[in-house]
């Protein structure tokens, strides 16, 4: 095997200066949040280390978040593919297929011991054998158990991976698996969504190979700094629904003002992703700013949350300050509490002034009394 | 068997050496290809074998109809929203919900995005290494490489020193050992053709291509929030249109027109500057491929049809890319097709990972059966306990995909089978695309029928794509001048609205072929949902009766330089865009839970 070349020595012989690169680390550091001083962590780090190997395993899924990764406009999949990591196995883009590609999860699993990453895209059907996933002519469960016993760590893409999905859905038929439950001793980070954020996958892979270490995860194994506040919290659609402006039908006077969507089902109160703050496709939109309800992608068990369009119900409230450990441990089926809080407080409001909005919360405050807020 | 001859023409021969290519790779999902090879290394005999199956059938049964398009919308990212723009068009067939012009403006100009997203990604990233040799491109010299490049093309990134960075860029992948992706590629491959400026060229434009993509699907994000997977909805689409109002930021602004149009425009000019180029000079290095490589695509062609110009309406007067089914070669006769037709499109599972009350018998999608069965067959090898599975019997079943026949026939799907029905239709700028090229390259109509015929179908369409989405964006315009902004048709969004029991179909044209969705709607919830998507058709297993689908008719008679190294299975496969988790999602109606395994 050859000298492992680091990032610094790669980019630099490649004819981009020292001044770009900086520039580079610049953008690096802004991205991941970590300030001007960050700068000089960024560069230290890819002066130093060698293109860390990664082999991207397919489950049972369907390619989304390998698309949403090669949608990633800072760093670009291009550059994190040529320059950040040495991207060896992914049945996607690769060269090699068959036999040669076998060698390849074999080979760098004997070279790289301990060393290398293992992101694994979909998850593992454990029904019939395992045969509902076939790789190799073996059930993917193989190819996964022996990639995981020695990878570094393991990066969870996509709900698939950190929870099920679709085809985890009831009845989940090929009693599909999220990666998390079958391995316990190298550490696993979830990255849910479906897909993520092109750029939470990169900023996910970019922190650790920076810091050279994982990320702070929440209980459910997502790194804090992309999933530890709501799609509702940071929504620019947030002061519609204080206000009590709410889109009542499609294609409605609301809906062409854009305002809130909770009352058409938004799953935003409940969701904990980066979508309203960070956007997608490099920030062009989301799916509230194009005028449809967050389904909760990135929450497990999301599917068997519908349907999709009724809005979320409101139960015993919990509580505005509080956060994803917290409310997992209350229990998803409350979530919506948290909008009869401030449903309820639009009513008071309206009640303290007198008036009644154009399209307002009305119904929606009416029904989402509590015991706890009426009072 | 050791030499037959199956129903529709073809000459199978297994008493060859077996070569096995598992994963297949650079494909969507997880595909398995085994083939013979004679003592010439000339492939006689081949196996399409679908390893992947995610029952979506008992997931979707009992859920409401309006959240349906987001759960099959999961069943393929790569092609992502084909389904749920099937899904869509089904609900809407069974419950009579006409759409509003805007939104059907809006629909197409998502999907022709898509197109020309697919088609290009498919060409870079997934096809073009099986003709370019990465290696190669090291010995290039940039300043030649910068000469065929500008003889070729006005794209302005075609200096020396451009090429020379690329260069740079590989070799210095190469040598660090850590060559990524292209670790283990078949690197001096004696089919490899080009010469090392044109692999130069086209790996500069692999780089180029994969940073441009993420341009194309920002139009999905402007009217579904995000892509993959944005967001659709029964009756119309949720983004809803203001342009002259008070609030007009939070919805389809002149801002958002504005970016669409740009996007579109910077999409039409990759395309025909650097995308239709690069297959051109590619091609012409690869003449002996319009030969090879062709299975059924110059007897049997089938498409749905797609991309009405007049909303709610899909006869082909109104549909951009006409319907039809070509049947023999004979291009003078369009075949009508019909979705709702029992006699035309029905599934087979005698050679599939399923059982049938009666396995000889096809079942049309609204009664279809899912009764998952997976074993291997009494000649198979391995497989046992957990080992690899070494072969594979065909003579059982051996496929997690079902045999889709279109009034008994196998049928190949795809922008090569969308283009010639088009041609055959008469559409004029289609002829003047597909002769343009073949005159280009000097070769006869026949010539499409082939390998290298689906690689270039599939780039004129992508040019097609990219064409009619400036048109279908000034389609847009016009109806917001006209007053026409409405984007959905809520009138029967209540269930209550429903009736009782109701069944549709909804069609689509996927850019990898012919999509069918099929539903069954009773109480207000989804009875019964089937899809038959374009990989089932290409990819598909034998039939009772014998027929080969298109991948292994494909696959016959092309000769391979060193069966070990399997280039070429690569090209003929990768030529038809596999999607195999669109094709093994196996939706059905009974919600039967899985059976035991047994391996015999």
Known sequence: MSKHETFYEVIRQRGVSRREFLGFCAVMATMLGIGPKGVATVAHAMETKPRIPVLWLHGLECTCCSESFLRSGHPMASEIITSMISLDYDDTIMAAAGDQAEEIVHDIIRDYRGEYILAVEGNIPLANDGMACIVGGRPFHHQFDEAAEHAKAIIAWGTCA???CVQAARPNPTQATPVHKLVSHVPVINVPGCPPIAEVMTGVLSYILTYDRLPELDHQLRPKMFY????????????????GQFVEAWDDDGARQGWCLYKMGCRGPTTYNACSSMGWNEGVSFPIKSGHGCIGCSEEGFWDRGPFYERLPDMHQWGIESNADKVAVVGASVLGGAVA??????LVKRILTGKRLKGSADDAADETETPGNKK | MSQITTPNGFTLDNSGRRVVIDPVTRIEGHLRIEVNVDSGNVIRNAVSVGTMWRGLEPILKGRDPRDAWAFVQRICGVCTGVHALASVRAVEDALGIPIPASANSIRNIMHLALYAHDHLVHFYHLHALDWVDVVSALSASPKATSELAQSISSWPNSSPGYFSDVQKKVKQMVGSGQLGPFRNGYWGHPAYKLPPEANLMAVAHYIEALNFQREIVKIQA???????????????????????????????NIERLNLVADIAERTLAFISQVYIPDLLAIASFYKDWFKLGGGLSSQNLLSYGEFPSIANDTSNHSLMLPRGAILGGDLTHLHEVDLKDPNQVHEFVDHSWYNYPDEKAGLHPWDGVTDMNFRLGPKSRG???????????EGDKYSYIKAPRWKGHAMEVGPLARLVIAYAAGDKRVKEMVDGTLKKLDLPLTALFSTMGRTAARGLEGLWAAEKLKEE????????????????NTEKWEPKTWPTEAKGAGYSEAPRGALGHWIKIKEGRIDNYQCVVPTTWNASPRDPAGNIGPYEAALLGVPMANPSKPLEILRVVHSFDPCLACATHVIGPDGGLLTEAKIL
Request: with cysteine.
């Open chain 1, 341 to 346: 809080v401030q449903a309820g407080a639009t």
């Open chain 2, 222 to 252: 402007v009217f579904g929030g995000k892509n993959p997977h944005p967001m659709w909805l029964v009756g119309g689409v949720p983004s809803a249109i203001n342009v002259h109002g008070a609030g007009a930021v939070g919805a389809i």
């Open chain 1, 228 to 243: 530890s506040q709501r799609v509702h919290d940071k929504c620019y659609r947030r002061a519609h629904f204080d206000a």
């Open chain 1, 162 to 164: 950190s929870s099920g």
């Open chain 2, 383 to 393: 497989g046992k306990n957990g080992e690899r599975i070494e072969e594979i019997d």
């Open chain 2, 473 to 488: 964006i000034a389609g847009l315009q016009a109806n917001i001048r006209s007053g026409n902004t409405a984007t959905a």
